[in-house]
C-alpha cells in the first residue's frame, strides 16, 4: 500500500523514533510492507523529483493510499508563509494530499493536538490534523514523541486488517491509550501507600517512591510507556527518575509547570474528587472516568489542584 508522510511544523522526532521500532523494523516495515512514496527525512529525492513522487503516488492509488502527517499546521486564516513545503503553505498541501487518501494518521502530539507550536500565545495559528481533515478517518498517536512500537502497531493494524483500529475520546487507539500511565506504573504500590520522594536526590527517590508530588502526571496521562517501554523495552521515563510529562495528552504545554502537582479541569474541584473516595482510587480511577466522560473540552479548562487537597482523606 502506498503511504505519503507529510512533515509540517515539527523537529523530526517522530521519525527519530520510527527508526527506533523493532517488531516490525522500519527497514521491514518499508521494504516488505508498504510503499512510502514520499518522507521529507527518508527520501532519496528531493527538490521537483520529490515533489512529483508524492503527485505520481496520489494519482497512481487514488482513494487507497494511506496518509501519515506529523507535525501541527497553520491555519486557513494563518499567514502561508509561516511554514512552507515547494512553495505551498502546509495547509494547501494537507488538503490537496487527503482529499483522495483512504485514511489519515496523525503522528505526534502536535499533529494530533497541535503539541508545541498551538502553545500560548500561538503566534503561527497552529492546528491538529482532526481540526482541519473533517471527512476522511483520522487516528491520532500523540507523543512527544510516540513510542515506536504504536506508530508501527497502528500502521500493521491498518495494513492487516483494512481499517483504523478503535479508539478513545480524543481519536487515540485503545489499545496502546486506553489505560493511565498511573494505573500501569510499577511505583504505584508506593503511591497507595503514601510513599513520595520529595526531591530527586532524596531517600525516597532512590528507593524508587512515587514521583506524584515531583509533578508526575501520570495519573491524567494515557499512553503505553510503562508497558511497551522504549529502546526494545529497555526502560522509560519514570523508571529513569523522572516523572511523566503527560506528552500524550492535549494542551500538555499548557497545563501547568512539568514539576508541578497534577490538575484537574475546573468543573470537577477537589471537594468532588475526594468524595470519590481515598485518594489513591481518586486520581487512579476518579481522574480515568472522568477523561472519558468530559472528552477533549476538559484539558481546556484545568485549574492546580495542590497535593494537601488530593491528600486530605489519607
Known amino acids: 500500500p502506498s503511504v505519503v508522510w507529510l512533515s509540517f511544523q515539527e523537529c523530526t522526532g517522530c521519525t527519530e523514533s ?52 506529523d507535525g501541527s499546521i497553520p491555519g486557513p486564516d494563518a499567514n502561508p508563509g509561516f511554514s512552507t513545503v515547494a512553495g505551498h503553505s502546509n495547509y494547501s498541501i494537507l488538503m490537496e494530499t487527503v482529499e483522495h487518501a483512504a ?11 497541535g503539541g508545541l507550536p498551538q502553545a500560548r500565545p500561538n503566534p503561527t495559528g497552529a492546528m491538529s490534523v482532526m481540526d482541519l481533515v473533517r471527512d476522511k478517518p483520522v487516528i491520532n498517536v500523540p507523543g512527544c514523541p510516540p513510542i515506536p512500537m504504536v506508530i508501527t502497531g497502528v500502521i500493521a493494524h491498518y495494513l492487516v486488517f483494512g481499517r483504523l483500529p478503535e479508539v478513545d475520546g480524543y481519536g487515540r487507539p485503545l489499545a496502546f491509550y486506553g489505560q493511565s500511565i498511573h494505573d500501569r506504573c510499577y511505583r504505584r504500590p508506593f503511591y497507595d501507600k503514601g510513599l513520595f520522594a520529595e526531591s530527586f536526590d532524596d531517600e525516597g527517590a532512590k528507593q524508587g517512591w512515587c514521583l506524584y508530588r515531583l ?20 526502560s522509560w521515563p519514570v523508571e529513569a527518575g523522572h516523572p511523566c510529562l503527560g506528552c500524550s495528552e492535549p494542551q500538555f504545554w499548557d497545563a501547568g509547570g512539568f514539576y508541578e502537582p497534577v490538575s484537574v479541569p475546573l468543573t470537577l474541584g477537589p471537594a468532588t474528587l475526594l ?19 468530559k472528552g477533549r473540552d476538559a484539558a481546556a479548562t484545568r485549574q492546580p489542584v495542590t497535593v494537601d487537597e488530593l491528600e486530605q482523606k489519607l
Not at 521500532?21 to 512510502?36: K, N, V
Not at 512514496?37 to 515533489?51: K, V
Not at 496521562?221 to 508497558?227: G, L, M, P, Q
Request: proline share 2%; glycine share 12%.
Open 275 to 293: 468524595g470519590a473516595g481515598a485518594a489513591g482510587a481518586v486520581v487512579g480511577g476518579g481522574l480515568a472516568a472522568l477523561s472519558r466522560k
Open 215 to 234: 509533578g508526575c502526571k501520570g495519573p491524567t496521562t494515557y499512553n503505553a510507556c510503562a508497558t511497551m517501554k522504549w529502546n526494545d523495552g529497555t
Open 18 to 69: 520510527l527508526t527506533r521500532a523493532h517488531a516490525p523494523t522500519l527497514e521491514d516495515l518499508i521494504l516488505d510492507f508498504i510503499s512510502l512514496d514520499y518522507h521529507h527525512t527518508l527520501q532519496a529525492a528531493s527538490g521537483e523529483a520529490a515533489e512529483a513522487a508524492r503527485l505520481q503516488a496520489m494519482d497512481e492509488n487514488r482513494g487507497q493510499y494511506l496518509v501519515i502527517v
Open 103 to 113: 485514511a489519515v494518521i496523525a503522528v505526534g502530539t502536535c499533529a494530533a493536538f
